[in-house]
């Protein structure tokens, strides 16, 4: 059921007894100006997630940035648990609505010990791991960019994609979207990744569609795919046949 305050969580948390356990925290955030309450939003993050934190078996965090006072709710978690314990946790997503590459705290999971994790979703923004997570994952998916709306001060860094993947020997799939930004040709190639285990992989690569891909695949080792999708925006020359010359 959907848990609306502390009491509810604390509930939840204790009536679950020893079994497995899902959560989705929806509107991870702060209210702007006056209303905003860290110990509020603190309280309900410990008794949800921290007081649980053994039997998670797949955690998502949907979360948005909107001022100072919402990446206080990210930098305190990741001073006060940088090293939390998921030793079940198969399933890990963090949704960012925003851009927030660059925001302090949005790497709060970045020294949490997760062994069983297989399976990993991101969204606007490229992890960072100080342990061998991405060495043991399965399945990732990474989404960059707005999928409505062209940010044009959306800057990713690709090279950090590269350099992210090339840790993941173990990928059987892999779904990577950036979208309205060029996949940059002048990325060195010596950061090639090797994917010698990926079957499946899904490409959204937004413009300019075929340079984005090929572009892509200079980087990419992934002689072992079986199952190729490709989502890409081409131009269309939407004129009669008899107006073009």
Known sequence: GQIQNFDQAQDFAARSGSRNLTVHATGVQSCPGPNF?????????SASVISVSSRLVSLSMDMEIYDEESIEFLTTIS?????LALPRLEYLSIFFHDFAEDTPGIHFYRNWAMPSLRTFDA???IPKFDTDVPERLQTFALELGSELFELQDEVWDY??????LRRMGKLKSLNLSIRHQYFD????????????DLRDLKLDL???GPTSVSNFFRHFNCEGVTSLRLDTMLK?????????V
Request: proline residues 11%; aromatic residues 4%; hydrophobic residues 45%.
């Open 159 to 164: 090279a950090a994609v590269v350099l992210l």
């Open 123 to 125: 969204a606007n923004f």
């Open 206 to 208: 937004g413009k300019p």
């Open 79 to 83: 001073k006060s648990h940088s090293s």
């Open 236 to 244: 269309v020359d939407m004129r009669p046949p008899e107006a073009i």
């Open 185 to 196: 040709p002048q990325l060195e190639v010596r950061s090639k990744a090797s994917l010698p």
């Open 37 to 45: 309450d860290l110990k509020r939003t603190l309280d309900m993050f």
